[in-house]
Nanobody
């Protein structure tokens, strides 16, 4: 399994970006996929996840109402639409896959992820 993240960049506060995470190979319906981020000097933290089979989503409180996670099963690709970006959203964003999990359960499994993408840098200027 290879996860390829893209879409990061530099944006002003209040702006928007859309991240993509494409996967080679098949995604099983019992899989959760999501996004984590790591800011300089901080630990990696959960952002959002989607249960691949049901489409249910789960978000960190810090991004709820601003970020939207979605999936395209036909393309085996996951997206993270980020609106109303803040400087504190600046981080390297990693897509991840956890088999046999739900979106909500994935939020607490940062140390037990099965597959990680390479990360894409999001910088929000004030």
């Amino acid at each position: 399994v290879q996860l390829q993240a893209s879409g990061g960049g530099l944006v002003q506060a209040g702006g928007s970006l859309r991240l993509s995470c494409a996967q080679s190979g098949r995604t099983f319906s019992s899989t959760a996929k999501g996004w984590f981020r790591q800011a300089p000097g901080k630990e990696r933290e959960f952002v959002a996840a989607v249960s691949w089979g049901t489409g249910r989503t789960y978000y960190a409180d810090s991004v709820k109402g601003r970020f939207t996670i979605s999936k395209d099963g036909a393309k085996n690709t996951m997206y993270l639409q980020m609106n109303s970006l803040k400087p504190e959203d600046t981080a390297v964003y990693y897509c991840a896959e956890k088999r046999g999990s739900t979106a909500q359960a994935m939020s607490g499994m940062g140390r037990h992820i099965d597959y990680w993408g390479q990360g894409t840098l999001v910088t929000v200027s004030s």
